[in-house]
């Protein structure tokens, strides 16, 4: 059941960590004038002479694309970190990557310095790799089974409630201007410095602290805690029953998990998924979303208003996908999301090439956009995490999820240093290639992607075991035994467990 220390702890992580990761996406979006005009003041006042166009677009393209590349190194950081000082530890070290980023931010203009801010954008881009592949992590080990993918959406749904926020606070006469913008980017270290308080008093994930750890009581505590009840025997046999079976595998390194077999089509799955997440476009909405309103013929006293109806959208959908995940299931809203985002882009590019001989293509290049971000936040937004989350197991998902989150990043970087380009070369047909790759991802989700809800670890690992054209070498009945609801009612002591395993 949902109990109050399972829904604090969820909102803890993902208001102290994802909030930031959205937040940071579109800080830089509305402001983007002001802080062009910051660099050409501050160069004038060094050199004295304004710089160069090409300078300008290369500053501020390093200004944008820095973030989704400290992502990347965050992303390899995970598994050194998450099993040395735990999932909860990371997360607090995290905050670090944060907060100083941030005072240095909202200092920048005092020291007259724009390469600050072009630094703590690869800083804070190091949170936000961590802390997309850490919560998911965090929060899918400590979810029951039957409640692991609507919390596993939470993490996506703060971060569209950070990319809302952001684009609230960067309106014109709030702080997307002249004055203000400092405070818009030093804004992300409040969430930090909450969580470096608060997370503390909460547990940390039973499975590393049981598995990892071995600490047996520690865990049964924390589980106490997470579900509300006393017997927790059930759950602890199943991590042990884990553990058991994948004592063959060890702890995989990256290098391991690339070459080994029985976690193979995991792994494509997993890489497929978030490529298909990141390169689908739904970063160039995010990083250019005005560019596009106004290339749809919005005017540009409405278009800040505009961006922010899109990202409540955003919000909107993802808590919807929060409450049927668990209900329709994975499988459905990755195929719902990338098909509809699909048609949405070749309808869009076709909106685009008419809009200036017929007058109500302006409107349906908007409606374009928005359906493409309701298709995206109820399936290729959330979903990949919840996956990566659900389909390794112990052993072999920091490794997992630090495979995921280098694509992830590294296809998101990929994104917003190339848009600009693809738009001034192809035009509106740039969307077809986003088209084309929402296709190619549905297909493969269509053919290889199994539904996983309400599934335990061990039972996707032992279903993904005949995708690889493996079996599992596990005892069934035994299995059976240790999931079965009168299991609840055998106390068994470890050495029990241990011998019957």
């Not at 919560?135 to 899918?140: E, I, N, S």
């Not at 598995?211 to 589980?223: D, Q, S, T, V």
């Amino acid at each position: 059941r949902l109990t109050a220390t399972l829904v604090l702890v969820t909102l803890v992580a993902t208001i102290g960590s994802s909030f930031q990761y959205g937040y940071n996406v579109a800080s830089v979006n509305s402001p983007t004038p002001f802080m062009k005009t910051f660099y050409n003041e501050t160069y004038t006042s060094r050199y004295g002479s304004t710089y160069t166009t090409s300078l300008q677009n290369v500053l501020w393209s390093l200004t944008v694309s820095l973030y989704p590349l400290g992502g990347f190194f965050g992303s390899l950081m995970v598994g050194p970190l998450v099993n040395t000082i735990g999932r909860k530890g990371t997360l607090l070290l995290n905050n670090i990557f944060s907060i100083v980023p941030a005072i240095l931010m909202g200092t920048s203009v005092l020291a007259k310095s724009f390469e600050v801010i072009i630094a703590c954008r690869l800083i804070i881009g190091i949170c936000a790799g961590l802390c997309s592949n850490v919560v998911p992590m965090y929060l899918g080990e400590m979810s029951p089974k039957n409640l692991r993918g609507g919390i596993g959406v939470m993490p996506q749904l703060l971060i569209t409630i950070g990319i809302l926020m952001a684009q609230i606070f960067g309106i014109r006469f709030i702080l997307g201007n002249m004055q203000g913008w400092p405070i818009l980017l030093a804004l992300t270290g409040i969430p930090a410095v909450l969580e470096l308080i608060v997370l503390p008093f909460f547990p940390e994930s039973p499975r590393y602290t049981l598995l990892h750890k071995g600490n047996e009581e520690k865990a049964r505590n924390a589980l106490k805690r997470l579900r509300g009840w006393e017997d927790v025997d059930s759950e602890i046999q199943e991590m042990y029953q884990e553990d058991q079976s994948e004592k063959v595998e060890g702890r995989l390194s990256v290098k391991n998990l690339c070459s080994f077999r029985p976690l193979r089509w995991q792994l494509i799955s997993i890489i497929v998924m978030n490529m298909g997440q990141q390169l689908s476009g739904i970063n160039a909405v995010y990083y250019y979303a005005d560019s596009i309103y106004r290339a749809a013929g919005v005017a540009d006293d409405t278009v800040q208003y505009v961006t922010v109806a899109t990202g409540s959208v955003n919000v909107l959908m993802t808590l919807g996908a929060v409450f049927i995940v668990d209900s329709w299931g994975r499988r459905l809203l990755l195929l719902i999301g990338f098909g509809t985002c699909c048609i949405a882009c070749i309808v869009l590019t076709i909106a685009l090439i008419y809009q200036t001989t017929v007058h109500w293509m302006p409107y349906l290049s908007i409606a374009c956009v928005i359906v493409y971000v309701i298709g995206h936040a109820i399936g290729p937004s959330p979903i990949p995490y919840v996956i990566t989350t659900e389909m390794f197991r112990q052993a072999s998902r920091p490794a997992a999820f630090m495979v995921a989150g280098s694509v992830h990043w590294l296809s998101n970087f990929t994104v917003g240093l190339i848009f600009e380009f693809l738009m001034s070369g192809l035009g509106s047909y740039c969307f077809i290639l986003f088209a084309a790759i929402c296709l190619a991802t549905f297909i493969f989700i269509y053919f290889i992607v199994p539904e996983t809800k309400g599934k335990t670890f061990l039972e996707i690992s032992q279903l993904m075991a005949k995708r690889n054209g493996l079996e599992e070498k596990t005892d069934s009945r035994e299995f059976e035994d240790l999931t079965s609801p009168t299991s609840k009612s055998i106390p068994l002591e470890e050495d029990v467990i241990k011998s019957a395993l």
